[in-house]
């Protein structure tokens, strides 16, 4: 099995354009960030001005339109299936994981074998080949055994080269791992914003009934489910004190 | 320094597969020695501790992500000179700038194979052997 390695001639030259350059001016080792030009920041300035009056303004009618359908259900809805959503993409994460763990114990064993049958061979090899000069050469047998040896060696060789295949390809847990957790913090902040929203559009009546410990946004820790189950519960606190 | 072969390698990965990938892959190239660490904190703690001659860190972790750790190790007389090779799913160029300025010695991009991992360790101790008999 081949996959495309993404280390492209490309990439090596411009790590290694930049690293000489580096090295050659002998400047501290720090990042340097490039300073905006004035003429992009002014146009970049009216923009995000632009924008933001059109947040605001959206942000408005949506909270107009909140109260006049009653604080949707909907919204209720939505701030409940994320903490689902989290716990199912953790159940993912945990299965992948275990189940690279469990590939990688097992290529871990069988390298073991291959240490130990390739020494034993190679222990048989030479004590034929001492045997046969002086004693037993006109058997046949002798030659027969280390032509067979010789191909196990280099099975071997091909199948410890198959088990490194087998074991790389096991990343793929931190690369799509990587892209969970991804989705989980964004799903978490998309929750606490929704939170927010709900507690914003809450009457001034309720609002002592919500507990401000609440706003500090939900615990992001894909290994941590007993924190997703607080959190679940705390938001299913808020709803059910701000009558949902 | 040592013979290669002897040479310490720290892996830093906060995924452990990911660790014991690159492990295993150093063992096969034969570099038998070396512990892990799963962020750029506990990295930092173990350079502090023990004598190592290299560290092979991935860029994306909490706590302490692979730049900060990279500056830290760039940061500290009694490690800087320790090469630190970038091993990392982030392809963005920004990001390889950033490395090769910051002090990395080399950067690997995921997934890679043996024969890329083999080719840049190859590449760095080569270097510093040669910076040492200069």
New interface residues.
């Given amino acids: 099995m081949q ?1 495309e ?3 492209t001639e490309d ?1 090596d030259a ?2 290694e354009s ?2 000489s350059a ?1 090295t050659a001016t002998t400047k501290p ?4 960030v490039s300073p905006i030009r004035p003429s992009e920041a002014g146009g970049a300035n009216v923009e995000a001005f632009d924008v933001f009056q059109r947040i605001g303004s959206i942000t408005r009618k949506l909270h107009d339109a909140l109260h006049e359908l009653g604080y949707d259900k909907q919204i209720s809805n939505a701030v409940n299936s994320l903490p689902d959503a989290r716990t199912r993409l953790d159940y993912i994460a945990r299965l992948t ?1 275990d189940a ?2 469990k590939v ?1 114990n097992t ?2 064993l069988l ?1 073991q074998d291959h240490e130990q049958m390739a020494i034993v061979a190679e222990r048989l090899k030479s004590a034929i080949t001492s045997a046969s000069s002086t004693t037993c050469s006109e058997s046949g047998l002798s030659s027969e055994m280390l032509v067979f040896l010789d191909q196990h060696a280099e099975m071997g060789a091909r199948q410890r080269a198959h088990l ?1 295949e087998i ?2 390809a ?6 799509t ?2 892209v969970i957790r991804k989705i989980v913090v964004v799903a978490a902040t998309l929750e606490e914003q929704l939170v927010k929203l709900l507690l914003d559009a809450t009457p001034p009546d309720r609002r002592d009934r919500v507990e401000t410990t609440w706003l500090n946004g939900p615990v992001v820790d894909t290994k941590g489910r007993s924190d997703v189950v607080t959190n679940q519960a705390q938001v299913d606190d808020l709803l059910e004190s701000l009558g949902f | 320094m040592s013979q290669p072969a002897d040479l310490k390698f720290l892996i830093v ?1 906060d ?4 660790r ?2 690159v492990r ?2 150093l063992k ?1 190239i034969g570099y038998a020695n070396a512990d892990e660490a799963e962020d750029g904190v506990a990295a930092l703690a173990k350079l502090k501790g023990g004598s190592f001659d290299f560290v092979v860190s991935d860029i ?1 972790m909490p706590n302490m992500n692979g ?1 900060e750790l990279l ?1 830290q190790i ?1 940061a500290d007389p009694t490690l800087k000179h320790i090469p630190v090779l970038m091993v990392t ?1 982030e ?1 963005k ?1 920004e990001d ?19 024969a ?1 991992l083999e080719e840049k360790l190859q590449k760095i101790v080569q270097r510093i052997q040669t910076a040492q008999a200069a």
């Fill in positions: 996959f390695s993404p280390n990439l411009l790590f930049v690293a580096q080792p720090i990042a340097t994981g690279a763990d990688l290529v871990d390298q490194t074991m790389l096991q990343d793929f847990h931190d690369l791992g990587q | 990965d995924f452990s597969t990911m014991r990938i295993n892959l096969e994306n730049f500056a760039k799913a392809a160029k390889i700038v950033t490395a090769a300025q910051a002090g990395a010695s080399g950067y690997i991009v995921k997934p890679f194979t043996k890329t």
